[in-house]
């Protein structure tokens, strides 16, 4: 996979937006392509990289404007005291960093990990500067902490350790996993952005899932998410197989596998495509699936009752949409993204329902798909991850996958036809509001249209009660 060591300097510097950025710091000083795009190119992946980083001796501001002027974007200040610049030129991102000690590879002893701390000049000498053995980690497929304090200078690289191991298909090293282990509280020291940043992008990689169980024994993700503690334990009753914790994460896990792979599915590279779609920067339909998956039954410790010898969750849907919806916002997710989890938890057993009736009709299907619309393929994936993690050997799961199926060949088949219903029609301003036909009405439906891509409605009812609150404003309809 790595060639010899002069191999990725040379991609790197035939690159055409290396290239241009050579040209444009050249008259300003020593500078040097640093991180992930070297160990990218070490890997044969250059051609995949949009995000630049560039370390250069003395201020950021100059190189920074230089590298915005060749490259046709704008450039920004990130961290004035670190001389910190952010340049967005199209489809590519270069921050450019003043060195943070007396020499490169001293700044670079001050990484995260090994397999970023590579560095290559960008004029002189064509050479990789590998001062650590980030290379022979990436040969070894083992992910290292540049020293013994690396989590703890940073406690995000705690969870940024996973997500980039996730990534690169490596296992961290046990003295990595010990800083962890240490160093986990602090994560709740860190700034809910970047925490977010790195949850949602560990989440959106196909074996991201796979790692939520080494997060738990790490401290990692009860500390992220206290409330899972509770789950430790919890008897779900006879039809599952393992208590709620277990259960949510190999829910998880099965969310993951089927958005990696949904072959068995209506459309797979459609439905593939659909779960790319980012709600909101860095938050895909992917990642908010499998975060969902783990947080379907989060309700189920308050709702927890017994009848005789049977065990219930009454209203664990709806009140989990809502803690959902909470355990996103605190993660700092827009508000799309939030509405569209609480709408994807709180139908979590619609589908299981679907399934379990003698013979569900096309107009009970068109009633879930009206309801859950462009989130309709997140919830029956998560219908059917649900039912795979009730035990070895799940009673239902036949007739909730066929049911699946069936339910995602009608929603692609009434996309295809744009005959998916809106939330409200005309006649429902009309016959529930009392106005007369005419351009108003008109109005108000595109309002709540984008409204409801806004997440701040997701049912009749919501459209409803905004566009009577709407009227009751004085306004006569949407400001």
């Known amino acids: 996979m790595i060639g010899e060591a002069r191999s990725p300097a040379a991609r790197c510097r035939n690159h055409p937006v290396v290239a241009r950025l050579a040209a444009a710091c ?55 005291a670190r001389g910190a610049w952010r340049v967005a030129a199209g489809r590519h991102t270069v921050d450019v960093v003043a060195l943070r000690a007396p020499s490169i590879e001293a700044d670079l002893a001050l990484r995260d990990f090994t397999v970023n701390a590579l560095a290559v000049p960008l004029a002189g000498p064509e050479e990789l500067l590998d001062p650590l053995g980030g290379l022979a980690d990436l040969a070894a497929g083992v992910l290292r902490s540049c020293s013994d304090r690396a989590v703890a200078d940073d406690p995000l690289r705690a969870l940024r350790a996973y997500r980039l191991a996730a990534g690169l298909g490596l296992s961290l090293s046990g003295e990595l996993r010990g800083q962890i282990r240490a160093g986990a509280a602090g994560l709740a020291r860190v700034a809910p952005e970047r925490v977010s940043t790195e949850w949602f992008a560990l989440l959106d990689r196909p074996e991201g899932a796979g790692r939520l169980r080494d997060l738990l024994a790490d401290g990692v993700l009860e500390t992220l998410l206290p409330f899972v503690r509770e789950w430790r334990g919890l008897d779900q009753g006879s039809y599952h197989a393992y208590d709620l914790l277990e259960h949510s994460l190999r829910a998880a896990e099965a969310a993951g596998r089927l958005a990696a792979a949904p072959d068995g599915f209506p459309e797979p590279a459609r439905l593939a495509a659909h779960l790319d779609e980012e709600l909101e920067q860095g938050l895909t339909r992917r990642a908010l699936l499998v975060c969902a ?18 065990r219930r969750f009454i209203g664990h849907e709806a009140r989990g949409g809502h803690l959902a919806r909470k355990a996103l916002e605190g993660l700092r997710a827009g508000r799309r993204a939030r509405a569209a989890a609480q709408r994807i938890v709180a139908a979590h057993l619609r589908l299981f329902h679907l399934a379990t009736q003698p013979s569900p009709t096309r107009r009970a299907r068109l009633r879930y798909l009206r309801d859950l619309r462009t989130e309709a393929p997140e919830a029956v994936l998560l219908a059917v991850a649900d039912e795979r993690a009730t035990g070895p050997e799940p009673p239902s799961l036949a007739a909730v996958e066929r049911t699946a199926r069936e339910v995602l060949a009608l929603y692609w088949e009434l996309a295809d036809a744009r005959e998916i219903p809106p939330l409200v029609r005309g006649r429902d301003l009309v016959e529930e509001l009392g106005l007369a036909p005419g351009p108003r009405v008109g109005a108000i439906l595109r309002a709540l249209a984008e409204a409801e891509a806004r997440g701040e409605v997701g049912t009749r009812a919501d459209a409803l009660a905004l566009a009577r609150r709407w009227l009751a404003s004085g306004g006569g309809g949407p400001p």
């Open 26 to 80: 050249a008259p300003l000083g020593p500078a040097w392509l640093v991180g992930g795009a070297v160990r990218d190119a070490a890997l044969g992946r250059l051609d995949r990289v949009t995000d630049w980083d560039v370390a250069v001796a003395g201020g950021g501001a100059r190189p920074a404007a230089a590298v915005a002027a060749a490259l046709g974007g704008t450039a920004f200040s990130l961290d004035a």
């Open 293 to 310: 998956a783990l947080l379907h039954d989060i309700a189920k410790p308050e709702t927890a009752s017994w009848d005789g010898d049977r």
